[in-house]
C-alpha cells in the first residue's frame, strides 16, 4: 500500500504542476496577444526533426515588419503531416517592438502547449485525488466499523492473488473468509482488502473477525490487524 500512496500523491503533484505550467503559458499568450499585432506571412520553408522514430515539420515563415523589414522566424509547434505547406499565406501574431517575436496565428500554435500541459495535468490530478478521496472514504468507513461494527467470527476459505490490480509488475494478495449465519441459514463470503505479501502461514488454524454494520453483512471489514507489517 505504501508503493499505491507514493502513485497516488506523485500523480496529484504532478498534475498540479502540470496544470499550473498550462496557466503560466496561457497568461504569457494572453499577454502577448494583448500587444501584438497582426499581419500575413509566407511559409517559405518546411524544417524536418526527428524524434522518437518519427518526423516532424515545424513551419518558417517571414513577413514584413511595420518599419519595412523583411522578419523570418520558426514557428514552436510542429507536426506530422506539415499544418502548412511551403508558399502558403498565413496570418501572423508579432511584437511590434521584438518583431523577431513571432508566431503563426493559429489555434495550436498559439494555444497548443497550454492545452497539452492542460489536458494532461486535469488527468493526473483527478487520478491522484481521486484515489486520495477513494482511500479517506475507505479509512473512515473501516474506523466506523471497528467503533460501531458487529464482530463476527469467519473462517479462512482461501488466499488469493488479485490478477485485477497490479504495481510495478506484482500483484497483491486477498483474503477470503466464510460465515454461516445461523439466522438466515446463508453462507456468506468476505474478502479483505489488498495484501502486498502472502498471509497464508500466518491464518491457519485461526478464525478471522470481521466486522459487519447493523447486522447487514454485505457492508463489512475483514479485519487483519494482527497479520504483522510489511518491511520497507
Same mark, same amino acid.
Given at each position: 500500500?505504501?508503493?499505491?500512496?507514493?502513485?497516488?500523491?506523485?500523480?496529484?503533484?504532478?498534475? &498540479?504542476?502540470?496544470?499550473?505550467?498550462?496557466?503560466?503559458?496561457?497568461?504569457?499568450?494572453?499577454?502577448?496577444?494583448?500587444?501584438?499585432?497582426?499581419?500575413?506571412?509566407?511559409?517559405?520553408?518546411?524544417?524536418?526533426? @526527428?524524434?522518437?522514430?518519427?518526423?516532424?515539420?515545424?513551419?518558417?515563415?517571414?513577413? *514584413?515588419?511595420?518599419?519595412?523589414?523583411? &522578419?523570418?522566424?520558426?514557428?514552436?509547434?510542429?507536426?506530422?503531416?506539415?499544418?502548412?505547406?511551403?508558399?502558403?499565406? *498565413?496570418?501572423?501574431?508579432?511584437?511590434?517592438?521584438?518583431?523577431?517575436?513571432?508566431?503563426?496565428?493559429?489555434?495550436?500554435?498559439?494555444?497548443?502547449?497550454?492545452?497539452?500541459?492542460?489536458?494532461?495535468?486535469?488527468?493526473?490530478?483527478?487520478?491522484?485525488?481521486? &484515489?486520495?478521496?477513494?482511500?479517506?472514504?475507505?479509512?473512515?468507513?473501516?474506523?466506523?466499523? @471497528?467503533?460501531?461494527?458487529?464482530?463476527?467470527?469467519?473462517?479462512?476459505?482461501?488466499v488469493q492473488i488479485n490478477t485485477s490490480f497490479?504495481?510495478?509488475?506484482k500483484n497483491p494478495y486477498k483474503v477470503l473468509?466464510?460465515?454461516?449465519?445461523?439466522?438466515?441459514?446463508?453462507?456468506? *463470503?468476505?474478502?479483505?482488502?489488498?495484501?502486498?505479501?502472502?498471509?497464508?502461514?500466518?491464518?491457519?488454524?485461526?478464525?478471522?473477525? *470481521?466486522? &459487519?454494520?447493523?447486522?447487514?453483512?454485505?457492508?463489512?471489514?475483514?479485519?487483519?490487524?494482527?497479520?504483522?507489517?510489511?518491511?520497507?
Amino acid at each position: 500500500m505504501n508503493v499505491v500512496s507514493i502513485i497516488k500523491y506523485a500523480f496529484t503533484l504532478v498534475g &498540479i504542476a502540470m496544470l499550473a505550467g498550462a496557466f503560466h503559458f496561457y497568461k504569457n499568450t494572453k499577454t502577448f496577444l494583448e500587444t501584438a499585432t497582426k499581419t500575413e506571412g509566407t511559409v517559405i520553408e518546411l524544417i524536418r526533426s @526527428r524524434s522518437d522514430g518519427s518526423d516532424t515539420y515545424k513551419p518558417v515563415v517571414h513577413f *514584413v515588419g511595420q518599419k519595412g523589414e523583411t &522578419i523570418e522566424f520558426t514557428s514552436s509547434t510542429s507536426s506530422n503531416p506539415p499544418s502548412y505547406s511551403v508558399e502558403e499565406k *498565413v496570418g501572423v501574431w508579432y511584437d511590434p517592438a521584438k518583431p523577431e517575436h513571432a508566431e503563426i496565428d493559429g489555434f495550436f500554435s498559439l494555444w497548443g502547449i497550454s492545452a497539452i500541459f492542460g489536458g494532461l495535468g486535469a488527468i493526473f490530478f483527478l487520478i491522484g485525488s481521486g &484515489i486520495i478521496v477513494a482511500t479517506t472514504f475507505q479509512s473512515r468507513k473501516h474506523e466506523y466499523l @471497528r467503533m460501531h461494527g458487529t464482530p463476527i467470527e469467519t473462517d479462512l476459505q482461501s488466499v488469493q492473488i488479485n490478477t485485477s490490480f497490479q504495481v510495478n509488475g506484482k500483484n497483491p494478495y486477498k483474503v477470503l473468509t466464510q460465515w454461516f449465519n445461523p439466522f438466515t441459514s446463508e453462507v456468506h *463470503v468476505f474478502e479483505s482488502d489488498n495484501l502486498w505479501f502472502d498471509p497464508t502461514s500466518y491464518l491457519k488454524g485461526r478464525k478471522i473477525t *470481521v466486522f &459487519i454494520e447493523n447486522d447487514n453483512p454485505k457492508k463489512y471489514l475483514v479485519d487483519l490487524s494482527f497479520l504483522p507489517k510489511l518491511a520497507k
